[in-house]
């Protein structure tokens, strides 16, 4: 699976952005789609990601209310529509994909970052106070 990122840039706190992630290769239609960020120094961290089959989404608690991932599976893209955007927000946001099996991913598998098989280059996010 190849994974091209795109739409960051610098906003304004309380701007938004949306970012999207074209998938390309073989499928994952039991898996999942989610984004992740890293910021300077720190470790990459779940965001959200939402379920192939059943659209099924995941937030961490940090961005719930404020980001929505949606997904248009002819297209096999996701977006990542982020509002209220906070300074803390800084990161570059990487896009991946979770396989999948013969069982539905629970959330305790699809917030782990080592649940995903594929990732695609990160684009950066800054938010300026």
């Known amino acids: 699976v190849q994974l091209q990122a795109y739409g960051g840039g610098l906003v304004q706190a309380g701007g938004s952005l949306r970012l999207s992630c074209a998938a390309s290769g073989r499928t994952f239609g039991s898996g999942a789609m989610g984004w992740f960020r890293q910021a300077p120094g720190k470790e990459r961290e779940f965001v959200t990601t939402?379920?192939?089959?059943?659209?099924?989404?995941y937030y961490a608690d940090t961005v719930k209310g404020r980001f929505t991932i949606s997904r248009d599976r002819a297209k096999n893209t996701v977006y990542l529509q982020m509002s209220s955007l906070k300074p803390e927000d800084t990161a570059d946001y990487y896009c991946a994909v979770h396989i999948g099996g013969s069982f539905t991913p629970i959330a305790s598998t699809l917030w782990r970052r080592e649940s995903y098989d594929y990732w695609g280059r990160g684009t950066q996010v800054t938010v300026s106070s």
């Open positions: 939402i379920r192939w089959s059943d659209g099924r989404t």
